[in-house]
């Protein structure tokens, strides 16, 4: 039954969104969609040149549960970058009599109806029109949904939850289903096409239909069910602000909860200036980092890719340079909460290693692909982690407050000469770094690289005590001149 109450709230959610549309959100949507079927068909043209799609050994529909969970990576790291959607009730709905049950369908239908929730699945169905018949690309589109409805779930539960009892569970059940879903889709694969293609065991002629539609029901029952279990855990999942052990790095905003942690993607995702910055040096390095491995196999460079260090370490090196210039803008508030410094520097270089994480997953295809030594980057992250980055935390004795809503195209606005004179500090680790790979042999050049970087991310704690002993000796003259900037 529903009540007068989930009727308020579906009338107030759909105020909402008429209000917070926009026509860019829908130009920047059509353009990755339009990129993904751009991709899509590059596959198809290169497979056209190289012999046909007619040359392939096995049937093209027992392709889809593949196609379906291929996309699960790049939707959940689209989502975690675009997605927006709220998972706690705001300030003025907590007086009314809104139940979590219906709080809950609400998140649910939000989740449902987003467009990126639908965008990469239209997609590969798309896609597959030009490969299968419209059967089975509807069945590839349902299949996909099915998928990426379970990390948009997930991501509602991870971002409610409140502490690690409640995250850990998610990501071992994630990883778990991961599994399975990988494995039920492989192995269909490899059951179908290779009985398929076997001349000694010819399949019936609707065999191979059939069973592609029974791998695919049985992902999309495997996802239905964990889209459940994640709907009656959020709806079951308890957090207030008015908890007694609410932990003190932690409050309640009008979207959910806020963070020291949350907080460096919230300032990096909003500020105009950060975030374009931040994805162009991405692009340009990646796409650096990906065409020099190409010439480091050519040219037998040593085996070393010499932009591999700046495509891990170069985003963070962006965004380090201003360590604190972002609090600069709202200091006479900083000392209002209960947020030591040391506690905010320690979060800020976590958030750069992830962010140098995230940038060795998307150069983890040239290991795959390119030749490039898995050992080479893994000492490079650790490294960029422990001793190219972890120096820059000392920039915070010298930031000034930047405009974070000006253009980021040749913008000095908040540098200072101390910090442009800091920025000569990248040249020790960086002739270390080249110094070792060009010089040493591989095995002792893995040990010494990587080994320093480890021994950076053992002492990052008292270094960054350090930093902030020192911050607070001088903080009345860094507050002050925040304040006359």
Not at 74 to 103: A, C, H, N, Q
Not at 157 to 180: E, K, S, V
Not at 251 to 257: D, I, N
Not at 330 to 357: N, Q
Request: one cysteine or more; a positive charge.
């Amino acid at each position: 039954m529903i009540t007068t109450a989930t009727k308020e709230l579906f009338r107030l959610w759909m105020v909402q969104k008429r209000r917070a549309f926009t026509w860019k959100d829908v130009f920047i949507g059509a353009y990755f969609f339009g990129l993904f079927i751009f991709v899509l068909l590059g596959v198809k043209h290169a497979l056209d040149e190289t012999g046909g799609i007619g040359e392939i050994p096995f049937p093209l529909i027992s392709l889809v549960p593949l196609l379906a969970v291929s996309i699960i990576p790049g939707d959940m790291m689209m989502k975690l970058f675009w997605r927006r959607s709220p998972v706690e009730m705001d300030d003025y709905l907590r007086s009314r009599p809104i139940t979590p049950r219906e709080w809950a369908l609400l998140v649910l239908v939000d989740t449902k109806v987003g467009f990126l929730q639908w965008m990469l699945p239209l997609a590969i169905s798309f896609t597959t029109l030009l490969f299968m018949p419209f059967a089975f690309a509807l069945l590839t589109f349902v299949t996909a949904y099915t998928c990426t409805l379970v990390n948009a779930l997930l991501q509602n539960c991870w971002r409610r939850a409140p502490g690690n009892q409640y995250t850990l569970p998610l990501a071992f059940g994630y990883l778990f289903w991961l599994f399975l879903v990988y494995v039920l889709a492989g192995v269909a694969f490899v059951v179908i096409g290779l009985a398929a293609d076997d001349p000694s065991e010819p399949l019936l002629p609707m065999a191979t239909e059939w069973s592609t539609l029974v791998a695919s029901l049985l992902l999309i029952l495997l996802n239905s069910l964990v889209c459940f279990i994640l709907h009656r855990y959020f709806a079951r999942m308890k957090n207030h602000n008015e908890e007694t052990h609410a932990p003190v790095t932690t409050t309640v905003r009008s979207l959910g909860q806020v963070s020291l942690w949350s907080i460096e993607w919230v300032q990096l995702l909003r500020s105009k200036r950060l975030r374009v910055s931040f994805f162009f040096i991405v692009v340009i390095f990646l796409l650096n980092t990906y065409m020099q491995q190409q010439d480091t196999i050519q040219q037998d460079m040593n085996g070393v890719n010499i932009m591999l260090m700046f495509g891990i370490a170069f985003p963070s090196i962006i965004l380090a340079q201003w360590v604190m210039g972002c609090e600069a803008n709202f200091c006479s508030g900083l000392w209002t909460k209960p947020w030591p410094v040391e506690g905010i520097l320690r979060r800020k270089y976590v958030f750069f290693c992830a962010i140098c994480c995230a940038m060795a997953l998307l150069i983890l295809p040239c290991v795959l692909w390119l030749g490039m030594s898995f050992w080479t980057l893994l000492c490079t992250l650790l490294f960029s982690c422990g001793i190219f980055v972890l120096p820059f935390m000392a920039t915070c004795l010298y930031s000034s407050r930047m405009d974070l809503f000006a253009s980021a195209f040749f913008n000095y606005q908040g540098a200072n000469k101390q910090l442009n004179f800091f920025s000569f500090v990248m040249f020790i680790p960086m002739g270390i770094y080249y110094a070792s790979y060009f010089l040493l042999p591989h095995l002792y050049a893995h040990l010494l690289v990587g080994g320093l970087g480890i021994l950076g991310i053992l002492l990052h704690r008292p270094y960054i005590h350090w930093i902030a002993t020192i911050w607070h000796r001088r903080r009345y003259q860094i507050m002050e001149r925040w304040l006359a900037e």
